[in-house]
């Protein structure tokens, strides 16, 4: 700051020495945030120190405390066992006393077992704590490493270690209920230890009263020393029960502790599993090149079959069986058994197999109790080989040294058994003589096709994945699987690949005869997916081996390999269920036809009798039955295959959420998952452990920040903004937008699955709920498909409020702009608005219900659908007239069978005058009541109605039972009419006209006049 030209010196000599003055400030102030920049280094090497020395002390007092615990304990013990030897020794001494000493000896060794309990959950405790320690240290010290180096391709070892050692609490669900179990026995038995407890109060009246007891007429000289002995051993008991109540709550205090850390722990285990699952997947599993050194293969394979490895299996083996337990012992014999019997009569299967097979072709002697033994046989068939890997692994399992490549070998065998199971299985099915083709209804072609795929994809795809999973950690070296392991993995992949391909083909010889019987099948018009879908997915896996992430592949590889095998027992099950359904179709029919026969020939034998003595045959309606039954197979089946894949995927839908990393809207672009809250538990017990080892630093920190111009801090306003901060932030509450701000593509692809779930749900479920629940109830069909249509509009409300909560879009946000669209619909669409609220109304209201017989503009039809907007009225000539909704509110119809289905038609009969009256009637209503359509009651009757012109018109009133019975009884009653007037002699009349011809017209002003003969 210069002086100015022209102004006093003074004033100008003034602001020269403020300058300088505010010069040295800054240059102050300048030091000071250097010395601060140099604290901050310091403090940066000495909080870890104390961190670790806080930590050390943590640990140290922890041990103090287990050790004087344990101290506790043992006195606690002695002090126990001291009290229950007191009390057997009381109890030998006592002689009339004897059940108030063996009172106390039951108390002092419940006392005994009640310590024992206390110390085995204190224990337990302490490990748990250990445990949840050592599980938060863990956590914070691989997140740290992850924040610090980042998901590098040498991270993903540290994650799959990590992953692999992570303990399974799937156990602790049941180990919590016997704990809860156990805190309310213990809870009782602390309440009627207390009552007794009370009782003993008085501890001089309960002896006086047990000495009455024993000397009720006070006449024995030793009472007073018996009143004392009573009186210990109460005195003794009251004793025994303060501390054994203490030691109760002390228990139940220990059970409560070891509960909420359980709970604690477990949360922690699975939100930790969850917080590698959602890194360990996009993580390449090979350090170093992708393409495997023929060296490191032939080290791999030689670690694999080498003799040093397999050096002493016999001899541990031998030792392992010597100490087996013997409900493992027995487990092998009975499937050494099971094996040696079906070697032993394989050949009187296949002759059994063969048997069922011509029972089976035959109708008269078909049944489905042949199916099953088929099926059993098949499984027979089937299992030895399963049953030999089996046993072969469990073998390696006990000569195997801890995580040792035959211990490996040994648990891979047991785990792919199973499969091995299902695949003869399906080979023994597609026999020329097997399940498949005779029972199954399976093509002649299907069955080849099929037994020649599974015949060389056995050997193609077990060994090679068996290989890549013996090649896995900690069996071997990484080396080792991201050599061998990969070469053997790629050539399963590249097997199953074949193997889909010509399985799913739908132009192949396996496919080909499904789609041509089924074409309407929902499996068969979606062919083309499945196809692309079955073969992408081995062929996705072998690309995902090949370009590192091994680890991902294997474990995408396990859960496609768990959902094909519950198709393929899924499949096998449908199979079964259809063939018993086929049965019992044919034996219904099969009864039908023969009630129909018997009811012809009694028809034919009582011709002269009258129509009501003939016996009625009640038609079945058979396809209506199997649509009803396949409906509810499907359905179950879909439910079956959604729960079990929701079962075998659950655990890798943490990984899933990388998608919430890619940015679609407003932006696309991958930003930086946020992890503040997602891990609750975990996060809580990290800033607890934190706590006392950055209390001091707090506080030091602290101390400046209370004086900001102390120690020259720049005030809150010099400060620069955070980034990703807005002013609005720490202010009032923003308004909700009414689109999200960000959308993901993991919403993007949750609202596709709930939309795609509602379109499934709203397809099948009202159905399946109509053919379960609303057929066992007492409901009239419409009232079943209203319940069916309302539910079905519920599922599709449920579902689009989901599918837009997952785009973060609330009723909250759009419900400003909902109304404005409704205002508008309502006058642009006010029709189609009234007839949605007209059918609404319908539904609840049931004017008009399902199967109804109406009569609306001219048409008289039955009801059969009601929609959002129509409704669709079938008439009698099979047309169907759709029907706006809101012509049924506000318009006036009739409906025939809205209370009561009996309705009542009359025909107007005419005879001619001179006609008997009450002979026409009589013949008339015994023509009628001759009807079978025709009620007895309410009966029919005849009605003389009026005098016409040129008849004598009769009212002929009958009933039908419903009015779908219109047209047949119409009919049937007037021929009976017509035939019934002929007989008698009865003219019915026809109507007469006079016609008095004149010709001529009269002349102007006269009368006409007769024409001359």
């Given at each position: 700051m210069g002086p100015a030209t022209g102004t006093d010196p003074t004033l100008d000599e003034a602001n020269r020495m403020a300058a300088r003055a505010q010069r040295h400030a800054l240059q102050k102030e300048v030091t000071r945030y250097e010395k601060e920049l140099a604290s901050y280094d310091a403090r940066a090497e000495l909080l870890p120190a104390r961190r670790d020395q806080a930590q050390r002390r943590v640990v140290e007092a922890e041990k103090r405390a287990q050790e004087w615990q344990r101290i506790v304990d043992e006195a606690r013990a002695r002090e126990t066992q001291r009290a229950l030897d007191e009390a057997r020794r009381r109890e030998l001494e006592a002689d009339e006393l004897k059940p108030l000493a063996e009172v106390n000896t039951a108390l002092a060794a419940e006392g005994s077992k009640i310590t024992d309990a206390m110390k085995a959950a204190g224990d337990l405790l302490s490990e748990r704590k250990t445990k949840?320690?050592?599980?938060?240290?863990?956590?914070?010290?691989?997140?740290?490493?992850?924040?610090?180096?980042?998901l590098t391709d040498a991270m993903s070892v540290l994650l799959r270690k990590e992953h692999a050692d992570l303990e399974v609490t799937d156990g602790f669900r049941r180990e919590q209920r016997l704990r809860r179990e156990r805190i309310s026995d213990a809870?009782?038995?602390?309440?009627?230890?207390?009552?007794?407890?009370?009782?003993?109060?008085?501890?001089?009246?309960?002896?006086?009263?047990?000495?009455?007891?024993?000397?009720?007429?006070?006449?024995?000289?030793?009472?007073?020393?018996?009143?004392?002995?009573?009186?210990?051993?109460?005195?003794?008991?009251?004793?025994?029960?303060?501390?054994?109540?203490?030691?109760?709550?002390?228990?139940?205090?220990?059970?409560?502790?070891?509960?909420?850390?359980?709970?604690?722990?477990?949360?922690?285990?699975?939100?930790?599993?969850?917080?590698?699952?959602?890194?360990?997947?996009?993580?390449?599993?090979?350090?170093?090149?992708?393409?495997?050194?023929?060296?490191?293969?032939?080290?791999?394979?030689?670690?694999?079959?080498?003799?040093?490895?397999?050096?002493?299996?016999?001899?541990?083996?031998?030792?392992?069986?010597?100490?087996?337990?013997?409900?493992?012992?027995?487990?092998?014999?009975?499937?050494?058994?099971?094996?040696?019997?079906?070697?032993?009569?394989?050949?009187?299967?296949?002759?059994?197999?063969?048997?069922?097979?011509?029972?089976?072709?035959?109708?008269?002697?078909?049944?489905?109790?042949?199916?099953?033994?088929?099926?059993?046989?098949?499984?027979?068939?089937?299992?030895?080989?399963?049953?030999?890997?089996?046993?072969?692994?469990?073998?390696?399992?006990?000569?195997?040294?801890?995580?040792?490549?035959?211990?490996?070998?040994?648990?891979?065998?047991?785990?792919?058994?199973?499969?091995?199971?299902?695949?003869?299985?399906?080979?023994?099915?597609?026999?020329?003589?097997?399940?498949?083709?005779?029972?199954?209804?399976w093509a002649d072609s299907t069955c080849r096709a099929l037994g020649r795929l599974v015949r060389w994809f056995a050997p193609l795809y077990l060994i090679p994945l068996a290989v890549a999973l013996i090649m896995q950690p900690p069996a071997v070296t990484d080396r080792d699987n991201d050599s061998l392991g990969r070469l053997a993995f790629a050539v399963a992949m590249v097997g199953l690949t074949i193997f889909l391909k010509r399985l799913l083909d739908p132009e192949g010889p396996t496919l080909s005869p499904v789609v041509t019987r089924n074409p309407s099948s929902i499996l068969v018009r979606f062919r083309h997916a499945?196809?692309?879908?079955?073969?992408?997915?081995?062929?996705?896996?072998?690309?995902?081996?090949?370009?590192?992430?091994?680890?991902?592949?294997?474990?995408?590889?396990?859960?496609?390999?768990?959902?094909?095998?519950?198709?393929?027992?899924?499949?096998?099950?449908?199979a079964m269920a259809i063939r018993w359904l086929d049965v019992a179709r044919r034996r219904v029919a099969i009864e039908h036809a023969r009630l129909r026969r018997e009811a012809a020939k009694a028809t034919a034998k009582k011709a002269d009798e009258p129509k009501e003595s003939l016996p009625v045959f009640e038609e079945v309606d058979l396809p209506a039955m199997n649509a009803q039954t396949m409906q509810l197979l499907r359905s179950a089946t879909v439910l079956v295959v959604a729960i079990g894949l929701w079962g075998i995927w659950a655990e890798l839908f943490p990984a899933l959420r990388v998608f919430e990393r890619v940015q679609i809207w407003p932006t696309i672009q991958v930003v930086e998952?946020?992890?503040?809250?997602?891990?609750?538990?975990?996060?809580?017990?990290?800033?607890?452990?934190?706590?006392?080892?950055?209390?001091?630093?707090?506080?030091?920190?602290?101390?400046?920040?209370?004086?900001?111009?102390?120690?020259?801090?720049p005030s809150p306003s010099m400060r620069p903004p955070i980034a990703g901060t807005s002013p609005a932030e720490g202010g009032e509450e923003a308004a909700p937008d009414a689109l999200p701000s960000v959308l993901t593509l993991a919403d993007l692809g949750l609202s596709i699955l709930f939309l795609l779930l509602t379109t499934i749900a709203a397809k099948n479920l009202p159905g399946l709920v109509e053919i379960v629940l609303l057929r066992r109830l007492s409901l009239d069909p419409g009232a079943r498909y209203a319940v069916s249509t309302i539910a079905r509009y519920a599922i599709v409300i449920l579902g689009v409020t989901l599918a837009f909560g997952a785009l973060s879009i609330s009723w909250k946000s759009i419900q400003w702009l909902a109304a404005a669209l409704t205002f508008g619909l309502a006058f642009g669409l006010q029709e189609i608005f009234a007839n949605f609220v007209s059918g609404l109304i319908m539904l609840f209201e049931r004017p008009v219900r399902i199967g109804d017989t109406i009569s609306v503009g001219g048409v008289t039809g039955t009801v059969s659908r009601i929609r959002m907007r129509a409704t669709t009225i079938t008439d009698y000539e099979n047309r169907e007239l759709i029907v706006p909704n809101r012509e049924f509110i506000t318009s006036q119809l009739v409906n025939w069978t809205l209370t009561d289905p009996v309705t009542r038609e009359v025909i107007k009969v005419g005879v001619k005058y001179g006609t008997d009256v009450e002979r026409a009637r009589e013949v008339l209503l015994k023509a009628?009541?001759?009807?079978?359509?025709?009620?007895?009651?309410?009966?029919?009757?005849?009605?003389?109605?009026?005098?016409?012109?040129?008849?004598?018109?009769?009212?002929?009133?009958?009933?039908?039972?419903?009015?779908?019975?219109?047209?047949?009884?119409?009919?049937?009653?007037?021929?009976?009419?017509?035939r019934a007037c002929a007989a008698e002699k009865i003219e019915i009349a026809f109507p007469q006209l006079d016609l008095h011809l004149k010709s001529g017209f009269p002349p102007a002003g006269g009368e006409p006049k007769d024409p001359e003969p």
């Open positions: 949840l320690d050592a599980l938060t240290r863990r956590f914070q010290a691989t997140r740290e490493k992850i924040q610090l180096a980042g809870q009782l038995r602390e309440l009627q230890l207390d009552d007794d407890r009370q009782e003993l109060s008085d501890v001089d009246a309960r002896a006086r009263e047990a000495v009455e007891s024993i000397d009720p007429e006070g006449e024995r000289p030793d009472r007073t020393d018996l009143e004392a002995a009573a009186r210990e051993l109460l005195q003794r008991r009251k004793e025994t029960l303060d501390k054994l109540l203490a030691d109760y709550r002390t228990y139940l205090e220990r059970l409560g502790q070891l509960e909420r850390t359980t709970e604690t722990y477990s949360a922690a285990a699975d939100e930790y599993r969850e917080y590698l699952q959602e890194r360990i997947f996009s993580v390449r599993s090979v350090d170093g090149s992708l393409i495997p050194s023929p060296g490191a293969i032939a080290d791999a394979a030689a670690k694999l079959l080498g003799p040093s490895t397999w050096s002493g299996t016999i001899d541990r083996l031998s030792q392992a069986l010597s100490v087996l337990p013997a409900s493992s012992a027995a487990a092998g014999v009975i499937l050494a058994l099971v094996l040696g019997l079906s070697l032993l009569f394989r050949a009187r299967v296949r002759s059994r197999l063969r048997w069922v097979n011509e029972q089976v072709r035959r109708v008269r002697t078909d049944a489905f109790r042949h199916t099953v033994e088929a099926f059993a046989a098949t499984l027979v068939l089937a299992l030895p080989l399963a049953i030999v890997v089996f046993l072969t692994g469990k073998a390696l399992e006990l000569a195997a040294e801890p995580k040792g490549v035959v211990g490996a070998v040994g648990g891979v065998l047991v785990r792919l058994a199973p499969a091995v199971l299902l695949l003869d299985l399906v080979r023994h099915t597609a026999r020329r003589d097997g399940l498949g083709g005779a029972h199954f209804q499945w196809y692309l879908i079955g073969v992408a997915t081995p062929l996705t896996l072998l690309v995902l081996t090949v370009v590192g992430y091994d680890f991902t592949a294997t474990e995408l590889h396990g859960r496609f390999l768990a959902s094909a095998m519950l198709l393929v027992v899924l499949a096998f099950v449908h998952s946020r992890e503040e809250g997602r891990f609750p538990v975990l996060e809580g017990l990290a800033a607890t452990s934190a706590a006392p080892a950055s209390a001091a630093p707090r506080a030091e920190a602290s101390k400046p920040a209370a004086d900001p111009a102390a120690n020259g801090a009628c009541q001759e009807s079978p359509m025709v009620l007895r009651n309410p009966g029919p009757s005849i009605v003389f109605r009026q005098f016409g012109d040129s008849a004598l018109v009769l009212d002929v009133r009958v009933y039908m039972a419903s009015r779908d019975q219109w047209p047949s009884l119409m009919n049937d009653v007037m021929i009976r009419i017509y």
